[in-house]
């Protein structure tokens, strides 16, 4: 079964064709950051705008990458929310267009679902049940996966998500728009130690995550210094170690408090090298292993929402699916509402 994916939630086009039988096949991935860098920040309209110029074109590089003709996709799978309404709007449309078209289904898919089944796609994968976090310029959750549409809620920020954290922090360093990559490159110069930053929530007791006070607190050091380049690592680095501890220490008690021994890590703040490096030999000396998606598939991208959809199909395979006629998003989306395959 070939499934033609598309993501379209925020400021990433991003496309993929997934075969059951044969894997990944292609794809392609378009990302508006410079566009929206001028402002800092991603600004909707002109990201719908832009996932408008680029969905149909980047489909058909897609096709040609893959060697596929359009008639030899069996489903669409399009990210229905949670996201921008303008930018999801685009994705559903063109999947609904297809799919009626074609005379193919097509799936609504929840973006997160995506990321939580994206580890799947690498090799070694995780078998379910693992503990997922998921850490996003948007979310920040910690999810027991089942199976597919089974997710469990453990704990998730009650603020702002990690990523959201890091580019609020790189903004204040003058580090740009998303800065998380950058303020990550700029600790590895800084010197351990000097400042201490304090962890939030580290002792709640809870699951859940608060990561705002981190950035006023950097804030406030900011103020209180003269800011070299020195100090603007050492600060960055004091900023990395105290939501590295945070999320490394927290997802620990997720594996033990649930007796799991899988840890799945997704989204953009999953490609931080000191997040990888303390989960990983923390949790190997409890006997747990992490598991990372291939870096292109921790960021937004296609071929989770191609994965998420196929998945789902196998899942129900007794199910009649007709095309789709109406369509609608959904910007808010509750991941434990989703419903499960066959349903
Ligand atoms: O999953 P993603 O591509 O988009 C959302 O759905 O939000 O995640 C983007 C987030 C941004 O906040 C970005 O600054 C952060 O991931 N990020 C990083 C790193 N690379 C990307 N944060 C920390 N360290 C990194 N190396
Ligand atoms: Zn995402």
Redesign the pocket.
């Known amino acids: 079964m070939l499934v033609l994916g598309i993501e379209t939630?925020?400021d990433?086009t991003g496309i993929a064709l997934f075969d059951t039988k044969r894997g990944l096949l292609s794809h392609t991935l378009y990302s508006q950051i410079e566009m929206h860098s001028e402002y800092g920040g991603v600004v909707p309209e002109l990201a719908s705008r832009d996932h408008i110029r680029r969905v149909l074109p980047l489909i058909k590089e897609t096709l040609l990458a893959a060697k596929c003709e359009l008639h030899e996709i069996n489903a669409i799978a399009y990210t229905q929310g949670p996201g921008l309404a303008g930018a999801l709007l685009v994705g559903a449309s063109i999947g609904v267009a297809l799919s009626f078209a074609l005379k193919i289904p097509a799936l609504g898919i929840h973006?997160l679902e995506g990321?939580l089944l994206s580890p799947l796609l690498s090799t070694p994968a995780p078998n379910f049940p693992f503990i997922a976090l998921l850490?996003?310029?948007?979310?920040t959750q910690l999810m027991q996966v089942d199976a597919v549409g089974h997710y469990k809620l453990l704990g998730e920020t009650v603020d702002d998500?990690?990523?959201?954290a890091?580019?609020k922090t790189?903004k204040l360093l003058g580090l740009g728009y998303?800065?998380?990559?950058a303020?990550?490159k700029l600790a590895r110069q800084g010197q351990a130690g000097r400042f201490k930053l304090p962890r939030p929530m580290l002792n709640s007791g809870d699951l859940n995550f608060s990561f705002s006070g981190l950035k006023t607190a950097v804030l406030t050091l900011i103020n209180k210094q003269e800011i070299t380049q020195q100090t603007s690592a050492d600060i960055a680095l004091a900023f990395?170690e105290a939501i590295v501890e945070v999320l490394t220490e927290k997802s620990l008690t997720a594996l033990s408090r649930t007796g799991l021994t899988q840890l799945v890590v997704a989204?953009?703040?999953g490609?931080?090298?000191q997040?990888r490096q303390n989960l990983s030999s923390k949790a190997s000396t409890k006997g747990a292993t992490v598991f990372y998606p291939e870096l292109e598939f921790?960021?937004?991208n296609g071929a989770m929402i191609a994965f998420a959809g196929a998945m789902r199909l196998q899942a129900s395979p007794d199910k009649t699916w007709s095309p789709a006629s109406s369509f609608t998003v959904n910007a808010r989306w509750n991941l434990e509402m989703l419903e499960e395959p066959g349903n």
């Open positions: 939630s925020c990433e973006h990321h850490v996003s310029g948007g979310h998500a990690a990523g959201e890091f580019d790189a998303p800065g998380g990559a303020l990550s990395q989204g953009g703040v490609a931080n090298d997040l921790c960021t937004d």
